[in-house]
């Protein structure tokens, strides 16, 4: 089992910047990637960036690549997503979740989700 506690959500007005944490525990994640997702209200949930554990790959949807960063502290057993020049369409819940699957976009590709954060930018 893999359990994820996702932080540092909030309201930000629109341009500003978020660090958003995952802190991971349970089982060796070497062989996991970790993912971002988001859901906005009424919308479906839709990948954001992955990174694998040990090598440090990462993917990103087109439409986020240069405002988001994805990157983790193996030391720490956490994952980061830096978030900037925020625009109020990058409201949403944001989650982390883990995979030992080689795909990685999908939410069904994913075995363990944590609880989400909000994210609210304002205008």
């Known amino acids: 089992q893999v359990q994820l506690v996702e932080s540092g959500g909030g309201l930000v007005q629109a341009g500003g910047s978020l660090r958003l944490s995952c802190a991971a525990s349970?089982?060796?994640?070497?062989?996991?990637?970790m993912g971002w997702f988001r859901q906005a209200p009424g919308k479906e949930r839709e990948f954001v960036a992955a990174?694998?554990?040990?090598?440090?790959?990462?993917y990103y949807t087109d439409s986020m690549k240069g405002r988001f960063t994805i990157s983790r502290d193996n030391a720490k057993n956490t994952v980061y997503l830096q978030m900037n020049s925020l625009k109020p369409d990058d409201t949403a819940v944001y989650y982390c979740?883990?995979?030992?699957?080689?795909?990685?976009?999908?939410?069904?590709?994913?075995?363990?989700w944590g609880q989400g954060t909000q994210v609210t930018v304002s205008s």
């Open positions: 979740a883990a995979t030992s699957r080689r795909a990685w976009s999908a939410p069904y590709d994913y075995d363990y």
């Open positions: 349970g089982r060796t994640l070497s062989s996991y990637r």
């Open positions: 990174i694998h554990w040990t090598v440090g790959t990462t």
